[in-house]
């Protein structure tokens, strides 16, 4: 157990649909980061928040945002989905802002959209 | 982005057998860092590596990096089914930015 909790850990939708993702750090870790892992793409880095603020963006879509909150957990919306976004999405956590710190992931979201 | 890439993608050997898997790049990155991950579950960080050349040892795991910082490799000696699992090598691009290879899926058979 990472100390990182996902939530739902499953998630069926369907195409046009916006859904939201949560995650909730590890105790005393300040940066969340939002990953997608599917077969073609490999495990893919969208966006890291670093208490509260963004801190780096990767390859996340406009349809894509996400936020992290005061109390440090953060969400993960997903809006007008398309088939291609069904995927395994994961958080992680770490202490620093810096990415060469050991990040913490938790057991992921796998969303389905039909 | 830069690219990693990983090989090979599938090794499926007896228990006892030794491995390499290799990463590689056509660009310099800060660091590099190798994940293994389960089904069902998220990566576990293994190990980074920062300098190049380094060579650090995780009980049976040898872990390299390449003097120009292009390339890795992680060895395994006397593999066991308990290291059956999707091996991830990842590193650090400018921007704060981990970039993952496809991954090499492990399979030790007993």
């Known amino acids: 157990d990472s100390g990182v909790t996902q939530t739902p850990k499953h998630l069926i939708t369907a195409t046009g649909q916006r859904v939201t993702l949560r995650c909730s750090p590890r105790s005393g870790d300040l940066s969340v980061y939002w990953y997608q892992q599917s077969l073609d793409q490999g495990l893919q880095f969208l966006i890291q928040?670093?208490?509260?603020?963004?801190?780096a963006k990767g390859n996340i879509l406009e349809r894509f945002s996400a936020q992290q909150f005061p109390d440090l957990h953060s969400e993960l919306n997903l809006s007008s989905l398309e088939l291609g976004d069904s995927a395994l999405y994961f958080c992680?956590?770490?202490?620093?802002?810096?990415?060469?710190?050991?990040?913490?992931f938790g057991p992921g979201t796998r969303l389905t959209v039909l | 982005t830069q690219l990693l890439e990983q090989s090979p993608q599938f090794l499926s050997i007896q228990e006892g057998e030794n491995l390499t898997v290799y990463c590689n790049s056509s660009?310099?990155?800060?660091?590099l860092q190798w994940y293994r991950q389960e089904p069902g579950e998220g990566p576990v960080l293994l190990v980074t590596?920062?300098?190049?050349?380094e060579v650090k040892k995780l009980k049976r795991l040898t872990f390299q990096f390449g003097d120009a910082r292009k390339d890795s490799s992680l060895h395994i000696t006397a593999a066991q089914p308990g290291d059956t699992g999707l091996y991830l090598c990842a590193g650090l691009e400018y921007g704060n930015k981990l970039v993952f290879g496809a991954g090499t899926i492990l399979r030790v058979k007993s």
């Open positions: 660009s310099v990155f800060s660091s």
């Open positions: 590596v920062v300098t190049g050349g």
């Open positions: 928040y670093y208490n509260g603020e963004e801190r």
């Open positions: 992680a956590s770490s202490v620093g802002q810096n990415s060469y710190n050991e990040q913490f």
